[in-house]
Nanobody
Framework: QVQLVESGGGEVQAGGSLRHSCATS????????MGWFRQAPGKEREFVAA???????YYSDSAKGRFTISRDNAKNAVYLQMNNLKPEDTAVYFC?????????????????WGQGTQVTVSS
């Protein structure tokens, strides 16, 4: 049974940083597509970042240059480091996983989801 549990959300001022963690069970992060999505109030869930085996990473235009996705194979965990946060980054952030190729940037392309954690960025 695959489980994803996020942690690391919170409140921060604009320009600050946060690091999300996604603890997993029932899968091997090095063998799955691992992604981060976010959903702001009244908006659809959107792609933020993703990675597959190897070192290839993918980012949304808004995340590129500010966010970094990474994984720790020994801990079977995935992380999202968010720097230079902006008020428009305020959202619930979700960790997601899927075993199939190719890697997708859509919510339909990920089968397993965490419960989400709130990030609030104040100006």
């Amino acid at each position: 049974q695959v489980q994803l549990v996020e942690s690391g959300g919170g409140e921060v001022q604009a320009g600050g940083s946060l690091r999300h963690s996604c603890a997993t069970s029932g899968l091997t992060v090095n063998g799955y597509n691992m992604g981060w999505f976010r959903q702001a109030p009244g908006k659809e869930r959107e792609f933020v970042a993703a990675m597959r085996t190897g070192s290839s990473t993918y980012y949304s235009d808004s995340a590129k240059g500010r966010f970094t996705i990474s994984r720790d194979n020994a801990k079977n965990a995935v992380y999202l480091q968010m720097n230079n946060l902006k008020p428009e980054d305020t959202a619930v952030y979700f960790c997601a996983a899927d075993p199939t190729l190719p890697l997708s940037r859509t919510t339909q392309g990920f089968r397993f989801w965490g419960q989400g954690t709130q990030v609030t960025v104040s100006s």
